[in-house]
């Protein structure tokens, strides 16, 4: 009864999405206010709809309802509560839902907070969110029902898979899914200024915050995911370059570059239709990525969608929404004027070169992560493009992006002086040697071209971060959120810029075969085996081994990494143990038991810096909510004065 | 030309010779870095497999994993028509097994009739899983053609049903 009052609010959310697509364009087009007007309401309608829909999956969820196929496919009786309500999201159907439910979400937040916008704007944005909403709720509908029932009714369900089973995995999928559909709120503000042919600082105003704030969800879900796979993976890597990971990474690269061509857009009035072109894009791959992960063309640990229905649907959605949005931009762009000269030795001459390496980089993970899908389907051959390639091409983009950092903001908007700039950047440029040479010397086992540049470099970045602040604040006495938090990201960029520089080439890891009682030596450290030990989980049972770590005789710290069984899903799963601290991670997961005499083989790694790269990212959407928060953005009535005007 | 106009072609010029630059990286590391997938037919039936790192892809035979010296392992990928042999060093994933579907990649050495030594071995977190890559090279027209590798399945059942995890 609950699955089919959930089918039925997910019929009433298509045709509210419908009406709030079209009803508030036609408004638009005969200058009707009040149809204009329907916007609002509509979108508050569609998030409740939605919610009731997304409330009615997880009550079956937490009855053990079986006779759902969604919930007998992804969870079972002895599941904990915790993960039977995460487990919503653990597969297909479910996580378009989650999609669904933000998007809806999102254009609710536009609907409230921008009530000062000029109505024919507001009326444009939300009626295309709700273009957006229809296409998704049309595939929930038809090719994802994750209300169908099963018949027979099974005694008991086939389990969440167990990878999925982790904090890190309940939060990771929703705020991954923030950042994705968080990009459509951009897209549709590009679409208003293509329609209305109003760009300006007041439209780069509104359109910022809500660019930032998918920014910070989506840098926020490939943190956690990247945390997750170094947990639960039990190979310690952090970043594979998986296809799945890039579909990611590509909207956040993109995105990136659109936050800081809007700024441009937004102080100078340049770049206008280059900034509209990337809100488009970055809204474009995050929906490539939804294809590329949900049509099972991608071989892969997230591809569980293999029905090609699926993805001839995503991909025909592609095509409308791409091509509807290319040629609209083909036709209004040239409306699209900047507003006077463009100076390279500016502050917006460094932040085009941002964007250059930004969308340069994004090209090349593009080019990687479709190109073996191209060669397939052309039958080129089974194709796959390794890490080395990503590595070779992506690090040598972002070094010069790295030093871009510090430099440009330290110069002018319009036409900056050098002279300014080296005085401005003396000092930070000598602290940032000063403490690159002592990290090097305590942290780094060998010395050679890659960490001095790296070392450098993510000090520099970290150190020029503060000084414009530094200067602002001694010059004018107070701080605009806006560029606190523009600091505060590019000393999160700079952290991470170390930690990966550091893990990536002092790792230590070693693949040893241990009996009780042995013991390896990892870089300075003694990891003594004790043995191993059954536990039981909830649905679950494991091997818990005790792996004791000393430096010089001292007892470090104790490891318990697990060997998980987890009885429902009938699945084998590695837990690994992790000591965190800022210098370094100590790492152990087991393998296998190999041989009679109680032997394991047992990863065991130090990894220096690992945490910085974590934090990195924390710090970076700390930035990001201060700066999304900034007053400044918020309309207020004498902007609404203005746009009446 | 005036001293804007020249400001600009030195940006332009600049921002090009960059871009070429990475395009030149770019496609030279990718070059490098294609890794082509085998069954162990396709091994086998090539008259010369290029020396470099590729995956393989096929089923691991019934009975065949020997343990070795240290984390030293051997066993047969096997497809439909042949088998070969593989050496790997390190630590299997969770759900290597036999009669399970895995990936490896390494290089090929044709000495003594060809043995693969890998250096990285995948098995999808997944108890019905075969590589993509592998399940098409499998499919006849008929379906999936592989009867031999049903009974390698039940064996890997009966041995997990038995509790892979505290049998030692």
Sequence with gaps: ?????????????????????????????????????????????????????????????????FSVAYVAGHSHSELPLIYRISAVWGGHEGSLLLWVLMLSGWSAAVALLNRNLPLNISALVLSTLGAVAVGFVLFTVITSNPFDRLVPIPADGRDLNPLLQDPGLIIHPPLLYMGYVGFSVAFAFAIAALVTGRLDAAWARWTRPWTTSAWL????????????????????????????????????????????????????????????????????????????????????????????????????????????????????????????????????????????????????????????????????????????????????????????????????????????????????????????????????????????????????????????PTRRLRLTGRLPRGVAGMAIAHVGFGAMVLGITFVSLFSVERDVRLAPGQSADVAQFRFQFDGIEPIQGPNYDADRGTIRVYRDDDLVTTLYPEKRFYRGAQQLMTDASVRHSLSRDLYASLGEPIGDAGEWAIRLYVKPMMLWVWLGAVIMTLGGILAASDRRYRARPAALAEAAA | MTRVQRYRLIGVVCVVAGLGVAALLASQAFRENLMYFYTPSDLLAAESVPDRRLRLGGMVEAGSVQRGEGLVVGFVVADCAQAVAVEYEGILPDLFREGQGIVAMGRWQTEAGGRFIADEVLAKHDENYMPPDLAEAMMSETGHACEPFKSAMEVSAVRRDAGAVNDR
């Design chain 1, 1 to 65: 009864m609950i699955a089919e009052l959930g089918h039925f609010a997910l019929l009433i959310a298509l045709a509210v999405a419908v009406l709030m697509a079209l009803v508030p364009a036609y408004g638009v087009w005969r200058t009707d206010a009040t149809a204009m007007a329907f916007a609002r309401p509509a979108a508050l309608v569609l998030l409740a709809v939605i919610f009731v829909a997304y409330l009615c999956l997880t009550a079956s969820f937490v009855n053990h309802d």
């Design chain 1, 217 to 468: 969800f989506l840098t926020m879900g490939i943190a956690l995911g990247s945390w997750w796979a170094y947990h639960e993976l039990g190979w310690g890597g952090w970043w594979f370059w998986d296809p799945v990971e890039n579909a990611s990474f590509m909207p956040w690269l993109i995105g990136t570059a659109l936050i800081h061509s809007l700024a441009v857009t937004e102080k100078r009035g340049l770049l206008k239709s280059w900034t509209v072109l990337l809100a488009i894009m970055a809204f474009s791959l995050s929906l490539l990525g939804t294809f590329l992960v949900r049509s099972g063309v991608l071989i892969s640990v997230h591809a569980f969608a293999t029905d090609p229905a699926r993805g001839v649907f995503i991909l025909g959605f592609l095509v409308v929404v791409l091509g509807g949005a290319f040629t609209l931009y083909a036709w209004r762009a040239p409306k699209l004027v900047s507003d006077g000269a463009f100076p390279l030795f500016s502050r917006e001459g460094f932040l085009l070169l941002n964007n250059v390496f930004l969308s340069v980089s994004a090209a090349a993970v593009l080019l990687g992560t479709l190109y073996p899908l191209f060669a397939d389907a052309v039958g080129l051959g089974k194709i796959s493009v390794g890490p080395p390639y990503f590595n070779a091409v992506f690090l040598p983009l972002m070094a010069p992006l790295a030093l871009l950092v510090g430099l440009a903001a330290a110069v002018n908007w319009k036409r900056a002086r050098l002279t300014d700039m080296t005085r401005r950047l003396r000092l930070p440029l000598l602290l940032s040697l000063v403490v690159a040479a002592l990290l090097i010397w305590q942290w780094a086992t060998d010395i050679g071209l890659v960490v001095l540049v790296g070392g450098w470099l993510g000090c520099w970045t970290l150190v020029a971060a503060l000084a414009e």
